[in-house]
């Protein structure tokens, strides 16, 4: 895929768009922690595929599609029951289970959105439009995003990903502002 400034962005191969939590009650039903803002993700037909939630480095986990029977709940967390997941054993089989998509599956954004992934790489300047380093990851964390940016001269900085911290975005020219004082002293 192409980045709207020409560049090649590799999308990745799977998304998380959930996490298994635990069981609900003895009927299969399980727990959903959501971490995708696409509620279509979790409507009833919906196929989304089951992973480990801790696999060793190098090791590429085996998935299950699972497909989605029955939900309730809200956007914070979901009560999820899968085809073929009959009773609370099975349910508690699945804890701690990471579901995805494949990262084909996403759809195109409006021209000022933009996926998480198409940061990394992106050259990091200050407002007075000096390059001070490079996008190296987007950690998410429950509370926000945190790019880490490698920085050309010292250690990598953390900086929120928040518009007072990092108020442009411009993926068409291949660049984000950072604003300095996130940045520690320069």
């Given at each position: 895929?192409?980045?709207?400034?020409?560049?090649?962005?590799?999308?990745?191969?799977?998304?998380?768009?959930?996490?298994?939590?635990?069981?609900?009650?003895?009927?299969?039903?399980?727990?959903?922690?959501?971490?995708?803002?696409?509620?279509?993700?979790?409507?009833?037909?919906?196929?989304?595929?089951?992973?480990?939630?801790?696999?060793?480095?190098?090791?590429?986990?085996?998935?299950?599609?699972?497909?989605?029977?029955?939900?309730?709940?809200?956007?914070?967390?979901?009560?999820?029951?899968?085809?073929?997941?009959?009773?609370?054993?099975?349910?508690?089989?699945?804890?701690?289970?990471?579901?995805e998509v494949p990262g084909a599956s996403l759809p195109g954004l409006p021209a000022d959105e933009y996926y998480l992934f198409e940061l990394k790489g992106l050259e990091v300047r200050v407002e007075t439009g000096s390059p001070v380093g490079v996008v190296a990851r987007v950690v998410e964390y429950p509370s926000q995003e945190v790019l880490e940016i490698e920085l050309a001269e010292g250690p990598n900085a953390l900086v929120p990903f928040t518009h007072e911290a990092v108020p442009e975005v411009d993926l068409a020219r291949g660049f984000i502002t950072v604003r300095s004082d996130f940045l520690g002293e320069r």
């Open positions: 895929m192409r980045g709207k400034d020409g560049r090649i962005v590799k999308r990745p191969d799977w998304v998380e768009v959930g996490r298994i939590a635990r069981a609900h009650g003895l009927r299969g039903e399980v727990r959903v922690v959501v971490v995708s803002d696409n509620p279509e993700r979790f409507a009833c037909g919906s196929i989304l595929h089951a992973r480990p939630g801790r696999v060793p480095a190098g090791v590429e986990p085996e998935r299950t599609p699972l497909e989605i029977m029955r939900v309730r709940g809200d956007a914070g967390f979901l009560i999820v029951a899968f085809a073929g997941v009959e009773g609370r054993l099975q349910a508690e089989g699945l804890r701690g289970a990471v579901l």
